[in-house]
């Protein structure tokens, strides 16, 4: 089933645009981390590095929200609330190449630390707004 609006969110994940992933925290209160997006025809996926504090909420709490706006015309945004269905590490060193790519114009992410892994989280949306 198709949401109302996915089309629309698939352009925004496409373009070269940010997006505001918000989590809550172990107490409840929302924890809200800008972050490189991308998407797999069904999925939202943000890629992470282990020990960050949106992994670690997505664990304990799989509920999200993530909002993404053009980047040259704020007005032109969506709203996505949904539920982390999957984090994995298959995949993600590959993944957050290609962010790079998208996002800096480099062909490797450069930012990697040794001896930390990167991370896919794997968003289902059950609800878009604009």
């Known amino acids: 089933m198709k949401l109302k609006h996915w089309e629309e969110a698939l352009r925004l994940i496409e373009g070269k645009n940010f997006a505001n992933l918000g989590t809550l925290m172990l107490d409840g209160s929302p924890q809200v981390t800008p972050v490189w997006v991308d998407h797999d025809g069904e999925l ?9 504090i949106k992994l670690r909420n ?10 993404i706006f053009d980047q040259d015309n704020p007005y032109n945004k969506i709203l996505i609330r949904g539920t ?17 790519m998208k996002y800096r114009g ?14 896919l989280i794997k968003i289902r949306p059950s609800r878009i707004s604009k």
């Open 44 to 52: 939202i996926i943000v890629n992470t590095a282990e020990g960050r």
């Open 58 to 67: 997505v664990t304990k709490d799989p509920r999200v929200a993530v909002s």
């Open 84 to 100: 982390v269905v999957e984090t994995t590490k298959k995949g993600a060193e590959e993944h957050i190449d290609k962010m790079a």
């Open 106 to 119: 480099l062909a490797k992410y450069p930012w990697g630390q040794p001896g930390i892994s990167r991370v």
